[in-house]
């Protein structure tokens, strides 16, 4: 079994497919939801957990891209840009994963790429623009 | 009993015994306070945190033909400064936003870039455009200029903030429905998170509640280089209620502080930006205080969980200004990650940097130990406890009706 998280971006005449379902029922995969999110313009924005067989991944990956689905690594997704961090720790205590973590002895702040779902909290509450989405 | 004199001819001779506000506190409790102020000559300070009243003046040079700025209009990479001064003296605040930034027009703004951003741009060596535009005299005929510049290009760049260095502050936290966009970061509904903003056991005026050693005149660590103590900070409030110790229960004393820009580092000042609320400038600031006798070494030994601070609601008592807190917390609480209000158990996250407050009380104690760094005597002392200010607020008044002859 293998787990990846992706994030997956769709254009409008593509919101209204059963994606899910169809990653569930055809590909035999378990799919968490992490994050979802459509733009007034429409555009979708989901962000999954996926695991299932190596090989029903890679099927499920191949349907999402010949649909028009963009998808995209999560680990790839959130950046710690560490020289713009100031470890004021103001990121830590509304990161929901504690991916952003405090070492109580230091007082310095800690990012750890597997643990982040691509919340883009910090994003909102960083005083410095320490934090970056790569596009 | 030790003089200002005495312990920099300790430092001009390398002798001085210079500890940080954390390595004092195990020191005085292993040696007794006595003999702790009898051997150290220095304990070193720091505070890193957004201070919203800080900015910077500059004298930019004429032209040819001259300019008269002063009485006109002029921007730093579009952030608008203050021109009403002489023909080429231009004051930029921290606080300062581009004409056509959206503000909260999409709630809530991003403000992206200000007077914080250029400042830290500056200090990092980068050029910025200047535009201004002017209404022309005899004397200054020019009505317009655009050129690019960079503080090496100027007369004076100055650092100067009329309030930085808050003797504590609030803990800030949201009691309503919907979360909130302040200056003391996002705060989420029902006591979703609580954010404090101060160094604690680090910070300059924890270590000296009085303003025994700090007042005008005092040299200090400011963004990198050196500056000086100009005043009392705006807002300074000292007739507040204390500890036992003297430190403040409440936010108090502050300074007003001026360097050199053209010495600092933009590792120690920084553009900040808070989500739905504004533009700022993060400042450090190291502040040593000579150990003269054991009163001022025991009140530069406070440690976090000596000192106190209100937690306040700020989605209705602060911007009401109503007054009464939802309890009081100990530093050593705060940093704990976790503090309890209302039976809740809500995190804590902190705007001030205690990882860079600590690097610079480091740097400090090394500068003296290197002899780099002399302590200086105030040239006149902060007003204290025994001041009688009182903190007004702004009674409005409505404006009278011009009487008809």
């Known amino acids: 079994m293998t787990t990846t998280k992706v994030v997956l971006r769709f254009p409008p005449e593509l919101t209204d497919q059963p994606v899910t379902y169809k990653l569930i029922k055809e590909y035999d995969l378990m799919v968490n939801i992490l994050r979802g999110h459509i733009t007034p313009k429409e555009e979708?924005?989901?962000?999954?957990?996926?695991?299932?067989?190596?090989?029903?991944?890679?099927?499920?990956?191949?349907?999402?891209?010949?649909?028009?689905?963009?998808?995209?690594?999560?680990?790839?997704?959130?950046?710690?840009?560490?020289?713009?961090?100031?470890?004021?720790?103001?990121?830590?205590?509304?990161?929901?994963?504690?991916?952003?973590?405090?070492?109580r002895?230091?007082?310095m702040v800690s990012f750890d790429r597997d643990k982040c779902i691509a919340c883009e909290m910090c994003i909102t509450v960083c005083p410095y623009s320490a934090m970056e989405v790569q596009v | 009993m030790k003089t200002v004199e005495e312990i920099n001819e300790k430092i001009k001779k390398g002798k001085a015994l210079v500890l940080t506000a954390e390595e004092i506190i195990d020191f005085a409790r292993q040696k007794g306070s006595k003999r702790a102020a009898e051997e150290v000559d220095v304990v070193t300070?720091?505070?890193?945190?957004?201070?919203?009243?800080?900015?910077?003046?500059?004298?930019?040079?004429?032209?040819?033909?001259?300019?008269?700025?002063?009485?006109?209009?002029?921007?730093?990479?579009?952030?608008?400064?203050?021109?009403?001064?002489?023909?080429?003296?231009?004051?930029?605040g921290a606080t300062a936003i581009p004409d056509d930034d959206p503000r909260n027009a999409v709630f809530p703004g991003r403000f992206a870039y200000g007077g914080g951003h250029v400042i830290e741009e500056l200090v990092a060596g980068k050029e910025v455009r200047l535009t201004a535009t002017a209404y022309g005299t005899d004397c200054y005929p020019r009505k317009k200029i655009e050129t690019r510049i960079s503080l090496e290009d100027m007369n004076e760049a100055v650092l100067f903030n009329p309030r930085n260095c808050y003797q504590n502050y609030n803990v800030a936290v949201n009691v309503s429905d919907r979360a909130i966009y302040t200056y003391m970061g996002v705060l989420q509904p029902r006591l979703g998170n609580a954010n404090y903003?101060?160094?604690?056991?680090?910070?300059?005026?924890?270590?000296?509640?009085?303003?025994?050693?700090?007042?005008?005149?005092?040299?200090?660590?400011?963004?990198?280089?050196?500056?000086?103590?100009?005043?009392?900070?705006?807002?300074?409030?000292?007739?507040?209620p204390r500890t036992d110790l003297g430190v403040p229960r409440v936010p108090a004393g502050t300074i007003a502080v001026i360097g050199d820009l053209k010495q600092m580092h933009p590792r120690w000042l920084r553009g900040t930006s808070f989500r739905g609320y504004g533009v700022n400038l993060t400042v450090s600031i190291g502040i040593p205080i000579p150990i003269l006798n054991e009163e001022i070494l025991v009140q530069a030994a406070v440690r976090d969980e000596d000192i106190v601070t209100p937690i306040v609601d700020y989605s209705q008592s602060y911007?009401?200004?109503e007054s009464g807190s939802l309890g009081e917390v100990s530093y050593a609480q705060l940093k704990s990650g976790e503090i309890s209000v209302d039976g809740k158990e809500v995190p804590t996250a902190s705007l001030s940097s205690y990882a860079m407050a600590r690097e610079i009380a480091g740097i400090l104690k090394d500068w003296i130990q290197k002899g780099e760094f002399l302590l200086t005597e105030c040239v006149q002392g902060l007003p204290s406890s025994d001041s009688g200010i009182v903190f007004k607020g702004l009674q409005e008044k409505p404006f009278r009706a011009k009487k008809l002859i």
């Open chain 2, 45 to 92: 300070t720091g505070t890193f945190g957004p201070m919203c009243s800080s900015g910077a003046y500059f004298n930019v040079g004429h032209s040819r033909p001259r300019i008269k700025i002063g009485g006109g209009k002029a921007y730093l990479n579009g952030v608008p400064v203050y021109t009403g001064l002489a023909a080429v003296d231009l004051l930029l």
């Open chain 2, 319 to 321: 911007p009401q200004r």
């Open chain 2, 197 to 240: 903003c101060s160094a604690g056991q680090l910070s300059p005026l924890f270590c000296d509640p009085f303003y025994r050693t700090i007042g005008i005149g005092t040299r200090i660590f400011l963004g990198g280089g050196t500056g000086y103590v100009a005043w009392n900070g705006t807002q300074h409030n000292p007739c507040v």
């Open chain 1, 105 to 107: 002895d230091t007082m």
């Open chain 1, 44 to 103: 979708g924005m989901l962000v999954l957990e996926l695991t299932g067989k190596k090989k029903q991944l890679d099927r499920g990956m191949d349907y999402l891209a010949k649909l028009g689905v963009e998808t995209q690594r999560l680990s790839k997704g959130v950046k710690w840009l560490k020289d713009r961090c100031t470890h004021c720790t103001a990121c830590t205590s509304l990161c929901p994963t504690h991916a952003l973590l405090v070492e």
